[in-house]
């Protein structure tokens, strides 16, 4: 199935569909249908199962704190071998129209919504690789044992990380002090750069 395939089996309306500005994991367009602009990213399901779906659900959570703006999750599926997520499409100029200042208030406001403890209900991903999330109730535990650690461990299975530098990762872990409290939050940026959750 390509691309076009699946924008026209899931998206009722189309009415053309362009390529936009993405990276190396998922191919990006905006959807014209009759009614709206949609944002819609597609990628391989089999090299990145249940993606979209773990960020729907992220997308989801942080929606329901309301207290900045997050993008509408229209769909979310599976069509042969690809995986699509379909969002309400945030125009550029309402980005830069947004203050820094109103920025940093919506993103104060975010992280007084406290969580039960450190990490998600499931793991996810960051870029393409799998994000484990194990809830601890340490911010310490949490960033040493599910950031650090797994990215230490991939890099000395392939030879990319000196025995000094594993060191310098270690030690680090080992003077990580608890600085804040639990609170939920995750950042975009827009095409430009503009600041948008």
């Not at 191919?27 to 009614?35: A, L």
């Not at 703006?69 to 071998?81: A, K, Y």
């Amino acid at each position: 199935m390509t691309d076009s395939d699946l924008i026209q089996n899931c998206i009722p309306g189309v009415l053309k569909h362009t390529v936009v500005g993405g990276g190396d994991i998922n191919r990006s367009y905006c959807i014209h249908t009759s009614q709206q602009k949609l944002f819609l990213k597609i990628n391989d399901s089999r090299k990145l199962p249940g993606m979209f779906a773990r960020e729907s659900a992220g997308l989801d959570a942080l929606r329901n704190t309301n207290t900045i703006s997050v993008p509408n999750v229209l769909g979310q599926g599976n069509e042969d071998d690809l995986q699509y997520l379909l969002l309400e499409w945030l125009d550029g100029h309402q980005a830069q129209t947004i203050s820094w200042q109103k920025l940093g208030r919506d993103l104060a406001a975010l992280h007084q919504h406290a969580q039960v403890s450190f990490g998600w209900d499931e793991d996810n991903f960051i870029g393409s690789l799998i994000q484990q999330n194990q809830p601890t109730s340490s911010w310490c535990e949490f960033y040493r044992e599910y950031r650090i650690m797994p990215n230490i461990k991939k890099l000395r299975l392939t030879r990319q990380l000196t025995s000094h530098h594993e060191q310098l990762a270690l030690r680090l872990c080992d003077n990580l002090i608890m600085s804040s409290p639990l609170s939920c939050h995750h950042f975009y940026t827009a095409i430009y750069g503009q600041a948008i959750l």
